[in-house]
């Protein structure tokens, strides 16, 4: 076999570096023979530390994969090792995953720099001659007029989005559980007793409902008040606590 002159280039990393020997042997993924690749990939290797360049640790871990492949394809055969035949399969299987993610990668990039080479037009004013009014009103008759009238007006009546909903800022409203306590302790200073559903119809919101509800909780745990209820569902009954 001839010897391969490699520049030193740089590569993304050991798969693209295998990809390039591929190519340079005219090599199919599936056919790869892995004594010529191994030769010419710790070949690459030595070129590095020749030129005093630093070799990633990946590098190195495929330069171990690969002779670990090409170690076991020279010695016996034995049932009770892994067969190399599997590790060549796991690493061609990484190899073809790697180009198509490459070649992903370089279709976008394409798509992407297409993108850079668009250019827009700024809006202009066209400026034309002006047309006195007398020619522009020219042969133009009430009859005219009333039908452009009506066309333009059932044109912008086909533009109105009906089903619009106008908006309307609510302010927030900011209610305190213990304004709410004071309020209910209030109520029952004139009665004994009080019904919850008769409470709750004072109440201007969702929000005040709530934070009267919680007042309600908070006075029964201090035994301010005593609240009952006959049956599930039923009139609950607001009363004075101890």
Same mark, same amino acid.
């Given at each position: 076999?001839?010897?391969?002159?490699?520049?030193?280039?740089?590569?993304?990393?050991? +798969?693209?570096?295998?990809?390039?020997? *591929?190519?340079?042997? #005219?090599?199919?993924?599936?056919? /790869?023979? /892995? @004594?010529?690749?191994?030769?010419?990939?710790?070949?690459? *290797?030595?070129?590095?530390?020749?030129?005093?360049?630093?070799?990633?640790?990946? =590098?190195?871990?495929?330069?171990?994969?690969?002779?670990?492949?090409?170690?076991?394809?020279? *010695?016996?055969?034995?049932?009770?090792? !892994?067969?190399?035949?599997?590790?060549?399969? #796991?690493?061609?299987?990484?190899?073809?995953?790697?180009?198509? =993610?490459?070649?992903?990668?370089?279709?976008?990039?394409?798509? +992407?720099?297409?993108?850079?080479? /668009? +250019?827009?037009?700024?809006?202009?004013?066209?400026?034309?001659?002006?047309?006195?009014?007398?020619?522009?009103? @020219?042969?133009?008759?009430?009859? @005219?007029?009333?039908?452009?009238?009506?066309?333009?007006?059932?044109?912008?009546?086909? #533009?109105?989005?009906?089903? =619009?909903?106008?908006?309307?800022? !609510?302010?927030?409203?900011?209610?305190?559980?213990?304004?709410?306590?004071?309020?209910?302790? $209030?109520?029952?200073?004139?009665?004994? $007793?009080?019904?919850?559903?008769?409470?709750?119809?004072?109440?201007?919101?969702?929000?005040?409902?709530?934070?009267? +509800?919680?007042?309600?909780?908070?006075? @029964?745990?201090?035994?301010?008040?005593?609240?009952?209820?006959?049956? !599930?569902?039923?009139?609950?009954?607001?009363? #004075?606590?101890?």
């Amino acid at each position: 076999m001839e010897s391969l002159n490699i520049s030193i280039t740089n590569f993304e990393g050991p +798969f693209d570096l295998l990809l390039h020997l *591929l190519k340079v042997n #005219k090599m199919q993924i599936q056919e /790869i023979r /892995i @004594s010529e690749i191994t030769n010419q990939y710790l070949n690459y *290797l030595h070129g590095m530390q020749e030129l005093d360049l630093e070799i990633a640790s990946e =590098f190195l871990l495929m330069a171990s994969t690969l002779l670990e492949i090409k170690s076991r394809e020279m *010695l016996p055969k034995h049932e009770e090792e !892994v067969d190399e035949e599997e590790l060549k399969e #796991k690493l061609v299987l990484r190899i073809e995953e790697y180009e198509a =993610f490459k070649k992903i990668a370089e279709n976008l990039g394409e798509l +992407f720099n297409k993108d850079l080479f /668009i +250019f827009t037009k700024r809006a202009e004013t066209i400026k034309q001659d002006e047309v006195p009014l007398e020619d522009l009103l @020219s042969g133009v008759t009430m009859d @005219s007029l009333y039908i452009t009238y009506k066309s333009l007006m059932s044109r912008q009546k086909e #533009k109105v989005n009906r089903s =619009f909903i106008r908006t309307k800022t !609510v302010e927030r409203e900011e209610y305190k559980i213990e304004d709410k306590m004071e309020e209910l302790e $209030r109520i029952l200073l004139g009665n004994q $007793r009080v019904n919850f559903s008769n409470l709750l119809l004072k109440m201007k919101s969702k929000a005040e409902c709530i934070v009267f +509800f919680l007042a309600i909780l908070e006075l @029964s745990r201090n035994h301010r008040i005593k609240v009952s209820q006959n049956t !599930v569902f039923s009139e609950i009954i607001i009363e #004075k606590g101890e």
